[in-house]
Nanobody, 123 residues
Framework: QVQLVESGGGLVQAGGSLRLSCRAS????????MAWFRQAPGKEREVVAAINWSGGTTYYSESVKGRFTISRDNVKNTVYLQMNSLRSGDTAVYYC????????????????WGQGTQVTVSS
């Protein structure tokens, strides 16, 4: 079992930055691929970024590429999402997720989820 706890969400003006953190406890963190998803009101949950177990492979959705950076620290059991140049369209609840199957863009491949953290971007 892995427990995931996100932090770092909040209210920010358009053009600003936030850094989300997701700390994992339980089994060996470095054996999990990790991802950030988000869900806006009335919309499907969508992948934002994903990272493999070592941090050597990353994936970004087209909507955040060049603005967001996913990274991980396997010593601190934490995955991060640095979000720059935020837009109103980035407003959503952000979730981190973990899987042993190798990184994926598909939410159904992830076994463990955090409770989510709200990000609100004001224009």
């Amino acid at each position: 079992q892995v427990q995931l706890v996100e932090s770092g969400g909040g209210l920010v003006q358009a053009g600003g930055s936030l850094r989300l953190s997701c700390r994992a406890s339980g089994r060996i963190f470095s054996s999990y691929a990790m991802a950030w998803f988000r869900q806006a009101p009335g919309k499907e949950r969508e992948v934002v970024a994903a990272i493999n177990w070592s941090g050597g492979t990353t994936y970004y959705s087209e909507s955040v590429k060049g603005r967001f950076t996913i990274s991980r620290d396997n010593v601190k059991n934490t995955v991060y999402l640095q979000m720059n140049s935020l837009r109103s369209g980035d407003t959503a609840v952000y979730y981190c997720a973990a899987t042993t199957k190798g990184w994926s863009k598909t939410q159904y491949e992830y076994d463990y989820w955090g409770q989510g953290t709200q990000v609100t971007v004001s224009s």
